[in-house]
């Protein structure tokens, strides 16, 4: 069964740094792309990074270029996001999440999710 689980959410000043965690179990050897999306009050869930399970290619969103890291642990089984210069527009529910067959910046194209972890941003 797979199961993600993020973890790294918290509290910060604008100008600040956070790092997620994301923990994946299960057959972690079919995954093809993995993700970070977010999801503020009101709004749709929108695409941040992606990160090729094997491999080096990455995929960022422009609002977070240059400011954040998408990185992988295959050993560990561990996604990352080094978010640094975070903005009070960057508060949102991150989310990790799993695809199976290809990368898209679409939600409804990957498999599997976590919970969520909270990242608020304070001016």
């Known amino acids: 069964q797979v199961q993600l689980v993020e973890s790294g959410g918290g509290l910060v000043q604008a100008g600040g740094s956070l790092r997620l965690s994301c923990a994946a179990s299960g057959r972690t050897s079919n995954y093809y792309v993995m993700a970070w999306f977010r999801q503020a009050p009101g709004k749709e869930r929108e695409f941040v990074a992606a990160?090729?399970?094997?491999?080096?290619?990455?995929y960022y969103a422009d609002s977070v270029k240059g400011r954040f890291t998408i990185s992988r642990d295959s050993a560990k089984n561990t996604l990352y996001l080094q978010m640094n210069s975070l903005k009070p527009e960057d508060t949102a529910v991150y989310y990790c999440a799993a695809s199976l067959n290809y990368y898209s910046d679409n939600p409804t194209n990957y498999d599997y999710w976590g919970q969520g972890t909270q990242v608020t941003v304070s001016s």
């Open positions: 990160i090729r399970w094997t491999g080096v290619r990455t």
